[in-house]
T-cell receptor, first 116, second 115 residues
Framework: DTEVTQTPKHLVMGMTNKKSLKCEQH?????MYWYKQKAKKPPELMFV???????INESVPSRFSPECPNSSLLNLHLHALQPEDSALYLC???????????????FGSGTRLTVV | AQTVTQSQPEMSVQEAETVTLSCTYDTSENNYYLFWYKQPPSRQMILVIR??????QNATENRFSVNFQKAAKSFSLKISDSQLGDTAMYFCAFASTFGNEKLTFGTGTRLTIIP
């Protein structure tokens, strides 16, 4: 299995809703990432988990709450979002550099989020 | 902090021709990784090619090859015999080998292959 699976593919939520994005990989990667991508822009890093521990938070507002329950799963909990948070949310995973078979980053196909 | 610059926002080329996408970067590190990613309208970010800075030989993957000039901090992507399926956004990206695993992207080049 060489894929990163993200669900749902599309999500529309109101500003008072609580929802979660899910990401799963079974490649044995020990680093997992959340990126936010606005239209015609490059992905912007939000969070990095290494060995299931949060290692980077790029000053993301607290209405975004990441969670890494185990080495294969990564969640992004959403609460009280704003319309400007509408974007494509990409999950990625990687083997940590310097470890065997490090092969770069593998991305999921993303969740298209619309906040109304 | 590392920066990645792609100076060509858009490019177009006839099918079967060769096209080169430019990328420059800035870093004080001696060893690092460079990537080219392709993002078609389907939005999946697909790894095209990868280069490790300590390897002097340029990476190649079928029709895709890079020209890695470490001293000039340049990492261009050449696509030979371009195909309609190559139409996509192409991002150059940098990753350090030290500390965190952050991947830094350039602003992207939108490539259109014309039939």
């Amino acid at each position: 299995d060489t894929e990163v699976t993200q669900t749902p593919k599309h999500l529309v939520m109101g500003m008072t809703n609580k929802k979660s994005l899910k990401c799963e990989q079974h490649m044995g990667h020990r680093a997992m990432y959340w990126y936010k991508q606005k239209a015609k822009k490059p992905p912007e890093l939000m969070f990095v988990y290494s060995y299931e521990k949060l290692s980077i938070n790029e000053s993301v507002p607290s209405r975004f709450s990441p969670e890494c329950p185990n080495s294969s799963l990564l969640n992004l909990h959403l609460h009280a979002l704003q319309p400007e948070d509408s974007a494509l949310y990409l999950c990625a995973s990687s083997q940590l550099f310097g470890t065997p078979r490090d092969s770069g980053y593998t991305f999921g196909s993303g969740t298209r989020l619309t906040v109304v | 902090a590392q920066t990645v610059t792609q100076s060509q926002p858009e490019m177009s080329v006839q099918e079967a021709e060769t096209v080169t996408l430019s990328c420059t970067y800035d870093t004080s590190e001696n060893n690092y990784y460079l990537f080219w990613y392709k993002q078609p309208p389907s939005r999946q970010m697909i790894l095209v090619i990868r280069q490790e800075a300590y390897k002097q030989q340029n990476a190649t993957e079928n029709r895709f090859s890079v020209n890695f000039q470490k001293a000039a901090k340049s990492f261009s992507l050449k696509i030979s015999d371009s195909q309609l399926g190559d139409t996509a956004m192409y991002f150059c990206a940098f990753a350090s080998t030290f500390g965190n695993e952050k991947l830094t992207f350039g602003t992207g080049t939108r490539l259109t292959i014309i039939p």
